[in-house]
T-cell receptor
Framework: AQTVTQSQPEMSVQEAETVTLSCTYD???????LFWYKQPPSRQMILVIR??????QNATENRFSVNFQKAAKSFSLKISDSQLGDAAMYFC?????????FGKGTRLSVIA | EAGVVQSPRYKIIEKKQPVAFWCNPI?????LYWYLQNLGQGPELLIR????????DSQLPKDRFSAERLKGVDSTLKIQPAELGDSAVYLC?????????????FGEGSRLTVL
């Protein structure tokens, strides 16, 4: 079964600085999707960024970008110019043919 | 367009009591999911519906949990009887189709506390 590992239970970043959240996964597939979801204290999870495994180019969405290392099965999220509103739980997730498999999450705190 | 709607947001019950959660997915989304999220953990799938058919319920504890999606739109998740360990957030999500990109749209969740 696919597994997703987030090794950083908690991270903190100063406002306006950059932070990187780590994620590794295990799969024998070559085509799949990877996601980063954000869950603010209100609990509604929202999609931050998506990466298609067959695309070598790293996905970017405004201040959010990923470093996708397919051979290493690594999928890290970089948040640039961190804002107070970025404080949340961040979940890495894997998708192939079955519903999303989530990691345990990283709690990000943003320090003003 | 309205998002995924869940109710109630919060529920506190005594152990052994029943409880039910309701979910209305985004209009036109024929795939509906119920996830369990324990404190400090990532969501874990309980059941997935394609229209009114439960196509993946392998993780649903069927001795006490049940779910239905009678008309292929809204869904109800029931626990009877509730146990202390059922205290968690129950998330509902929907998507257009399960075999596309896998992107899900989540509701705000229902937080259950069992005393």
């Amino acid at each position: 079964a696919q597994t997703v590992t987030q090794s950083q239970p908690e991270m903190s970043v100063q406002e306006a600085e950059t932070v990187t959240l780590s994620c590794t996964y295990d799969t024998s597939e070559s085509d799949y999707y990877l996601f980063w979801y954000k869950q603010p204290p209100s609990r509604q999870m929202i999609l931050v960024i998506r990466q298609e495994a067959y695309k070598q180019q790293n996905a970017t969405e405004n201040r959010f970008s990923v470093n996708f290392q397919k051979a290493a099965k690594s999928f890290s999220l970089k948040i640039s110019d961190s804002q107070l509103g970025d404080a949340a739980m961040y979940f890495c997730a894997y998708f192939r043919d079955t519903p999303l498999v989530f990691g345990k999450g990283t709690r990000l705190s943003v320090i003003a | 367009e309205a998002g995924v709607v869940q109710s109630p947001r919060y529920k506190i019950i005594e152990k052994k009591q029943p409880v039910a959660f309701w979910c209305n997915p985004i209009s036109g989304h024929n795939t509906l999911y119920w996830y369990l999220q324990n404190l400090g953990q990532g969501p874990e799938l309980l059941i997935r519906y394609e229209n009114e058919e439960a196509v993946d319920d392998s993780q649903l504890p069927k001795d006490r949990f049940s779910a239905e999606r009678l008309k292929g739109v809204d869904s109800t998740l029931k626990i009877q009887p509730a146990e202390l360990g059922d205290s968690a957030v129950y998330l509902c999500a929907s998507s257009l189709r399960v075999d596309l990109t896998g992107e899900l749209f989540f509701g705000e969740g229902s937080r259950l506390t069992v005393l």
